[in-house]
């Protein structure tokens, strides 16, 4: 499992960096959540360019998503890969259903701080 986190730039892209757990001890506390959705997307399914709607955890159960920046660089995510989603702003990203079988992803937004 790896855990990662997308956000808004400066210049209004978005960017993926990794996270380190042992450098958010509050998240071993525990987050406050309001629900959690659960959700499956066809092979090959594409989303052009779009900001998250809300600042969010996506976590990959099965299956590949791929994560496309403005910057051209593709970022793949498979099983067990969590992401904190927090470019709300900007351009965005685009995300595809990658590899040969459906992606399943568990979604959790958060509540504001």
Same mark, same amino acid.
Request: net charge neutral; with cysteine; proline share 7%.
């Given at each position: ?19 380190? #757990?042992?450098?958010?001890? &509050? ?5 406050? !959540? %309001? ?8 092979? /090959? ?30 970022? #793949?995510?498979?099983?067990? &890969? ?5 470019? !709300? %702003? ?8 990658? /590899? ?14």
């Amino acid at each position: 499992m790896a855990l990662f986190r997308l956000y808004t730039g400066a210049d209004g892209k978005s960017r993926v960096e990794p996270i380190a #757990l042992d450098k958010t001890p &509050d998240w071993g506390k525990g987050l406050a !959540t %309001t629900q959690i959705a659960f959700r499956e997307d066809p092979v /090959g399914r594409f989303l052009d360019w779009h900001p998250a709607p809300r600042r969010q955890f996506v976590i990959i159960l099965s299956g590949q998503l791929e994560i496309g920046l403005g910057d051209g660089s593709k970022h #793949l995510f498979g099983p067990g &890969d969590a992401r904190l989603v927090e470019d !709300t %702003t900007g351009q965005g990203h685009t995300t595809k259903v990658h /590899g040969n079988q459906p992606c399943l992803t568990a979604t959790i937004p958060l509540q504001r701080q």
